[in-house]
Nanobody, 121 residues
Framework: QVQLVESGGGLVQPGGSLRLSCAAS????????MRWYRQAPGNQRELVAE???????NYADSVKGRFTISRDNAKNTVYLQMNSLKPEDTAIYYC???????????????WGQGTQVTVSS
């Protein structure tokens, strides 16, 4: 079994910054793609950023130039650095990891518990 723990959300003023973390633990053989999604009230969950095992990153147009996704493979952790935050970034943010588990080596998608980000003055 694999567990994901998110941290780093909170209340920030427009223009401010936050850094989200998502740490995985358990029977992990490897982790391929890591992603951050967000869901605002009344909206569908949307993909914000993705980073591959080769550290290639892709971003939603709405966050390009403001958000940066990164990973620390030694710590099985993915980060989302969010700068120049806007009120429309307010949402619950979820990490999603493709984990190859030990000993089966099967790959499954795991979700974090979600962390609230609120951008407001």
């Amino acid at each position: 079994q694999v567990q994901l723990v998110e941290s780093g959300g909170g209340l920030v003023q427009p223009g401010g910054s936050l850094r989200l973390s998502c740490a995985a633990s358990g029977r992990i053989f490897s982790i391929s793609s890591m992603r951050w999604y967000r869901q605002a009230p009344g909206n569908q969950r949307e993909l914000v950023a993705e980073i591959t095992s080769g550290s290639k990153a892709n971003y939603a147009d709405s966050v390009k130039g403001r958000f940066t996704i990164s990973r620390d493979n030694a710590k099985n952790t993915v980060y989302l650095q969010m700068n120049s935050l806007k009120p429309e970034d307010t949402a619950i943010y979820y990490c999603n990891l493709d984990v190859s588990e030990w000993p089966s080596l099967r790959t499954r998608g795991y979700w974090g518990q979600g962390t609230q980000v609120t951008v407001s003055s």
